[in-house]
């Protein structure tokens, strides 16, 4: 999966956790998730309409209450629910908020080595500079990435790598599956 469709994926917030709740019981509707998930129903609403129009999921067309559609994954949305469940389960649940951040996934993945800034940013485009500076603010305060400075450079040159938590998450963000 290229870096555009891995940040289309990763855009909502609750993307992750939806998918691995759907890959879980096999399907769901929108106000047992967002019960089990503790969230909204209009943010759990938005992230199905989302998934919906990427082609992960799709209404079941079985029985059921018309006013209470089930959502069933479709063939290569298990895929990626399998592959959000791994990564669900493995993230502790003191930094689940940290998941749900928009680009922290897509970061996560491109920090495979030391990479600088600006080449995060080329990569992760439409990312702002604002939103990438939270995220790494973030994950370097919960010790998921290093922050390295060179100081035999002028200006000093400033790389990031993963660390702690995020070098065990690795394997599974570079797996790869096709969305498109």
């Avoid at 503790?38 to 989302?50: E, N």
């Avoid at 029985?63 to 959000?84: D, I, M, N, Y």
């Amino acid at each position: 999966m290229d870096n555009a469709q891995f940040v289309k994926l990763c855009s909502k917030a609750w993307t992750i956790p939806v998918l691995s709740a759907l890959a879980k019981y096999k399907g769901g509707r929108i106000a047992p998730i967002a019960t089990k998930l503790d969230a909204s129903r209009s943010s759990i609403t938005t992230t199905f309409q989302h998934l919906a129009e990427i082609g992960l999921i799709t209404r079941n067309t079985g029985h059921g209450h018309p006013l209470r559609p089930e959502f069933v994954l479709t063939s290569k949305g298990q895929r990626v629910a399998e592959w959000a469940n791994s990564v669900d389960i493995s993230i502790p649940v003191s930094d689940q908020p940290l998941l749900r951040k928009q680009w922290t996934l897509p970061v996560l993945r491109l920090i495979d080595k030391p990479r600088r800034y600006r080449d995060l940013r080329e990569f992760l485009r439409p990312v702002t500079d604002r939103a990438l500076s939270i995220s790494l603010k973030e994950m370097i305060e919960r010790d998921w990435l290093e922050r390295l400075v060179e100081n035999d450079h002028s200006p000093p040159r400033v790389a990031y790598r993963p660390a702690g938590f995020a070098t065990r998450l690795q394997p599974i963000l570079s797996s790869s599956f096709q969305l498109s």
